[in-house]
């Protein structure tokens, strides 16, 4: 364990060594939160690596968010794994919504990102929003990526994978790395991890706490679970009676050590643009997993109010 307390794992194939918990900046779009200005992106951003956390994802996709990550620290870059993403619309016909998988469109992304990000290169590079197999056969898109890994511009290659592509996705056998949805609340992808890290890929876990919305603050806003849009996440809650196993922990705390059990994760990133939520998460990921036995009851419940 390091001297920072924060647990580390081995990022699969691509040897890197990740902090436990990593950082999600799509939290700096006020799309996704409330709206940040450079200052506090500058704090939040200093702060957790300051504490130890080096693993940094974002994307073109995120308004901001990729140029106040160079402004807050791009000084600091030998201390962040970087992980950003393509086949966001960057070079396409203005309204051109949803994804695209052209190379010159890979290619830009990947062009703005090193802009932005003022770097020379980008650690991981994922595709976004889970093209099948057949999106990326048309334009030979994995082989542009592959055009910048040769010439030196992003180390490795990845996949923000969804079902019903992901399983396919792992299969092809040339991803490095798998982001992947997952928490208490959201348990769909929960063997697709394991099938991810069993095929060598390292596993990057988004959405770990549930947006937030189980928090008492946040008092279940269904607003902020814009992929599960009704209140199923609020009624597997209280149908598994979550709260009778925190035994005083709070429901945050909870969520993200119950992310941080699954066996195969490697790093899950956490979005925050508050530092008092940045430093709970960072208690509870030193905390670590959940016990064994809270852990397995909390499956339990969660399988039989799942039924
Ligand atoms: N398709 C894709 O590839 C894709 C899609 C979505 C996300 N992502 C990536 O995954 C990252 C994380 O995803 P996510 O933002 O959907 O999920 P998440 O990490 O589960 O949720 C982040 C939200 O939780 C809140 N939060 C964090 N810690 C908290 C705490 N201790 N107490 C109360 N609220 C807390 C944050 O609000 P506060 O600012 O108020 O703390 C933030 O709005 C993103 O930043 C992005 O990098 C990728």
Redesign the pocket.
Known sequence: MPATGLPTRTLGRTGLEVTTLGY????LDSR??RTVSQDEANTVLNALLDAGVNFI???PDYGPSEEMVGKAVAGRRNEYVLAS?CGCPVAVEPGQQGHVYTPANITAAIEQSLRRLQTDHLDIV?F??SPSRAALEEHRAIRALQAAQQAGKVRFIGM?GTIPNLADQIALGVFDVF?IPY?ALQREHETLISAAHAAGAGTVI???????AP?E??AWDIR?LPEVPDERPRTLWEQASLDDLLGGMTR?EFMLRFTLSHPDLDTT??????PD?LR??LDAARKGPLPADVMAEAKRRLDAASK
Do not use: L, P, Y
């Open positions: 999600g900046a799509m939290s996704f939160g994802d974002t994307s993403k994922q976004h929003g923000s982001q928490s988004r959405g770990g706490v549930a947006r937030g928090s603050e946040k902020r945050m990133i956490v979005g925050t643009a508050n939520h709970q998460n």
